[in-house]
Nanobody, 117 residues
Framework: QVQLVESGGGSVQPGGSLRLSCAAS????????MGWYRQTPGNERELVAG???????NYADSVKGRFTISRDNAKNTVYLQMNSLKAEDTAVYYC???????????WGQGTQVTVSS
């Protein structure tokens, strides 16, 4: 069992930056995929950014060039650097981890990001 704890959310003005962190209770070095998702009321959770075990990244079109995902296996932490934030980035952001070897998936509890002037 792995617990994921997000931090770094908050309120920021348009154009500002935030860095989200996702700390895992166990090793993430074997996690095949780790990602950040977001959800707004009435909508499905959507993938914002993902990173594979090998370091390959992918991003939603809406955040390309503004967000950067990274993982530090030594610290068991995944980060999401968010720059040039827009009002439409307002959402609850969730961390996700998939371990294919054990067919296990884990979610964090979410952290609120609000972009408003």
């Amino acid at each position: 069992q792995v617990q994921l704890v997000e931090s770094g959310g908050g309120s920021v003005q348009p154009g500002g930056s935030l860095r989200l962190s996702c700390a895992a209770s166990g090793s993430i070095s074997s996690a095949n995929f780790m990602g950040w998702y977001r959800q707004t009321p009435g909508n499905e959770r959507e993938l914002v950014a993902g990173i594979t075990r090998g370091g390959t990244t992918n991003y939603a079109d809406s955040v390309k060039g503004r967000f950067t995902i990274s993982r530090d296996n030594a610290k068991n932490t995944v980060y999401l650097q968010m720059n040039s934030l827009k009002a439409e980035d307002t959402a609850v952001y969730y961390c996700y981890a998939r371990f294919s070897m054990t067919n296990s998936n884990y979610w964090g509890q979410g952290t609120q990001v609000t972009v408003s002037s």
